[in-house]
T-cell receptor
Framework: DTEVTQTPKHLVMGMTNKKSLKCEQH?????MYWYKQKAKKPPELMFV???????INESVPSRFSPECPNSSLLNLHLHALQPEDSALYLC???????????????FGEGSWLTVV | GQQLNQSPQSMFIQEGEDVSMNCTSS?????WLWYKQDPGEGPVLLIA?????ELTSNGRLTAQFGITRKDSFLNISASIPSDVGIYFC????????????FGKGTKLSVKP
């Protein structure tokens, strides 16, 4: 069982809606990630938070807005999305400590997003 | 940019057969990770490798970190129907947390 918990599991939203995806981990990890995954493709990195600070934004459109309220929580706020944004959104975490083991990423079960 | 070549893309095997898949790169990695993803679920970490030459097992799964640090393989012995899914390799080339590259995946189908 994954120790990274994502809610909701499924979300359907219109193009004018505002919604949020939520993620929580209790492994004491200090790096948290949002990935986007399309069918039959590998995950694509969107954002990285390290010690609650945004460290990487992979040129993601501003209609996706991440937030890290504390070291255990990560949110992804969604506004004015397009149908092509429909995908599986994965939250992940890692220890962020120095050395190779700090980069081992653990994924949540994902949130299926459909934009209509 | 960094790229991983994962092969094969897909495999159709008989239950009980052994499976082998691998990932190669032109770049050096300091971590290799192998994940399995079931339909509709997130990737689950199977094996993590941190040292060149390291050979690690997890039940019927065995993975190795290549000596050149540019490749890794995953073997599954005596496959069973629940092994069905997509297997991803991922390599981390050091530096920031975002430097994790994924292979394109190997889709495994098992005939009972």
């Amino acid at each position: 069982d994954t120790e990274v918990t994502q809610t909701p599991k499924h979300l359907v939203m219109g193009m004018t809606n505002k919604k949020s995806l939520k993620c929580e981990q209790h492994m004491g990890h200090r790096a948290m990630y949002w990935y986007k995954q399309k069918a039959k493709k590998p995950p694509e990195l969107m954002f990285v938070y390290s010690y609650e600070k945004l460290s990487i934004n992979e040129s993601v459109p501003s209609r996706f807005s991440p937030e890290c309220p504390n070291s255990s929580l990560l949110n992804l706020h969604l506004h004015a999305l397009q149908p092509e944004d429909s995908a599986l959104y994965l939250c992940a975490s890692s220890r962020a400590s120095s050395g190779p083991t700090g980069n081992t990423i653990y994924f949540g079960e994902g949130s299926w997003l459909t934009v209509v | 940019g960094q790229q991983l070549n994962q092969s094969p893309q897909s495999m159709f095997i008989q239950e009980g057969e052994d499976v082998s898949m691998n990932c190669t790169s032109s770049s050096i990695f300091n971590t290799w990770l192998w994940y399995k993803q079931d339909p509709g679920e997130g990737p689950v970490l199977l094996i993590a490798l941190y040292k060149a030459g390291e050979l690690t097992s997890n039940g019927r799964l065995t993975a190795q970190f290549g000596i050149t640090r540019k490749d890794s393989f995953l073997n599954i012995s005596a496959s069973i129907p629940s092994d069905v899914g997509i297997y991803f390799c991922a390599g981390h080339y050091g530096g920031s947390q975002g430097n994790l590259i994924f292979g394109k995946g190997t889709k495994l189908s098992v005939k009972p």
